[in-house]
């Protein structure tokens, strides 16, 4: 069995258990560890994610973070001036939070979210080198009632996350989920 269908089991039973209604928002929060080289297939089984939700109860939608710092960066005044001097954009990157953030607050507005709900997050690879995942996580779990799902590619070990591999990671309070860890 692959280890991104191991995942899916291991979400399945852990998203079927009764939820607390006292969790604080850290707590809400659910990270999907994968490895990186599995992007692709993890994309390509996301439905299945879904259809487990669904089936323990629970609604479902899902925010890509994929294309955000794109339709960010093309809608700055200046934003030709940033592709021939990317060192500039390091005074730009804390705009670009507030923008994912905003769009992050229309989306859950729009699909009617509620504490039944889980917010899929996807696409938080992309924010590599330009955002840290938790900034993200503690601007956006706040506003999710039910539970906030991030896909992850990278690691966790030792309550220490770490995405892409790509330097020292942090250590939260999320609930990990991995393939090779059993609910």
């Not at 191991?6 to 994968?34: E, G, N, T």
């Not at 993890?42 to 994610?49: C, H, I, N, P, T």
């Not at 906030?148 to 790509?166: A, H």
Request: charged share 25%.
């Amino acid at each position: 069995m692959s280890r991104v269908k191991r995942l899916i089991q291991s979400y399945s039973k852990y998203i079927s258990v009764p939820w607390r209604d006292d969790a604080s928002a850290a707590q809400r929060v659910i990270f999907c560890v994968y490895n990186e080289n599995e992007e692709r297939w993890l994309r390509a089984k996301v439905d299945e994610f879904e259809i487990v939700t669904r089936q323990a109860g629970h609604a479902w939608a899902m925010f890509d973070l994929t294309d955000t710092f794109a339709i960010w960066l093309a809608s700055q005044r200046y934003a030709r001036s940033y592709f021939q001097k990317p060192h500039l954009l390091s005074t730009l990157l804390p705009k670009y939070l507030a923008f994912i953030t905003e769009e992050f607050e229309s989306f859950l507005q729009k699909n009617d979210i509620g504490a039944d709900s889980v917010v899929a997050l996807q696409g938080v690879g992309t924010l590599f080198g330009f955002l840290k995942v938790k900034e993200v996580v503690d601007k956006l779990a706040p506003m999710v009632k039910g539970r906030l799902l991030v896909f992850f590619p990278g690691s966790y070990e030792n309550n220490n996350y770490r995405l892409l591999d790509g330097y020292d990671g942090w250590n939260y309070l999320a609930v990990p989920i991995t393939a090779d860890k059993e609910y």
